[in-house]
Nanobody, 128 residues
């Protein structure tokens, strides 16, 4: 599977953005069996977990984004989304989507080492 992240940009604090990760190279049926996640890497920081969604509808979030970000997926369109509200400057980072093919339904994966496929990243900049 190839992943293409988009939707980043410059936004003022308190604003919203919606990131999209589009998968290619797989059918929608195959995509539905992928566990998906969003990670980010801010300037001078390590990559960190943001949100994940299982091949079902189970989700997990980093504490720093709970209540502000929502992860979702559209298997028919082979897309993953991250709705980001109430953005603050600490959310400034390059955001990456990731995928892992799963045979069985497993809980959302928050460990980046578990993922086998990564998109190229999209820059999100939040101004104060």
């Amino acid at each position: 599977v190839q992943l293409q992240a988009s939707g980043g940009g410059l936004v003022q604090a308190g604003g919203s953005l919606r990131l999209t990760c589009t998968a290619s190279g797989v059918t929608s049926g195959t995509f539905s069996r992928y566990s998906m996640g969003w990670f980010r890497q801010g300037p001078g920081k390590e990559r960190e977990f943001v949100a994940a969604i299982s091949r079902g509808t189970s989700t997990d979030y980093a504490d720093s984004v709970k209540g502000r970000f929502t992860i979702s997926r559209d298997n028919t369109k082979k897309m993953l989304f991250l709705q980001m509200n109430s953005l603050n400057p600490e959310d400034t980072a390059v955001y990456y989507c990731a995928a892992k093919s799963t045979i069985l339904s497993i809980p959302p994966l928050s460990d980046g080492a578990e993922y086998t496929n990564w998109g190229q990243g999209t820059q999100v900049t939040v101004s104060s």
